[in-house]
């Protein structure tokens, strides 16, 4: 009868053993998984003074947040890539909001001749303009809320057009 209970108890510690192994193998693939397939891992930032929020990907260095709580750039591993987010103080020269997102948009679509435009989009309350100054890309969105007018702006060497093109959709729509 002892050797019965016995074996009971040992087969229920090896079964246990083999579950926690299965659990521990699964939830590394879990983990890992994205890792390995080179799938992009993005972190939250959230502006707590201006309540607007991005994914950015967590490849990027946070520089942390401006003096005054404004915003904050993320700066790509090599350095040659950044993510600037900030509430845009542009705001303030216009007398309605009407006209701010006119002239704002306006403004970023003509006034710096070192740009060459390639996209652009306005809506009631965002705005996106897309080119290339130099050698380099940048892909900006400003959006108007309750808070005020806020702005993303991405920039990226046209070399690593093929890598950071595909990151622009996640990041710009998750910009609230």
């Not at 005054?68 to 007398?95: C, H, P, T």
């Amino acid at each position: 009868m002892e050797t019965g209970i016995f074996l009971h108890f040992k087969s229920r510690i090896i079964i246990q053993k083999r579950m926690k192994n299965l659990l521990i193998t699964y939830l590394s693939i879990l983990i890992f998984t994205p890792y390995l397939f080179g799938q992009v891992v993005y972190k939250d930032y959230c502006n707590a003074r201006f309540g607007f929020c991005i994914s950015y990907p967590n490849t990027f260095k946070a520089q942390g947040e401006s003096y005054n709580g404004d915003g904050q750039e993320f700066i790509s591993a090599d350095g040659k890539s950044s993510l600037l987010v900030y509430r845009d103080v542009r705001e303030a020269f216009f007398e309605s909001e009407a006209e701010c997102k006119s002239q704002s948009y306006l403004s970023d679509i003509t006034s710096d001749e070192s740009k060459q435009i390639t996209f652009k989009k306005k809506g009631e309350n965002f705005y996106v303009v897309s080119g290339y100054q130099g050698a380099m890309i940048f892909y900006q969105k400003t959006i108007f809320t309750d808070q005020g007018m806020m702005t993303a702006v991405f920039t990226y060497p046209t070399a690593q057009k093929a890598k950071y093109d595909a990151y622009c959709a996640k990041l710009f729509e998750s910009f609230k």
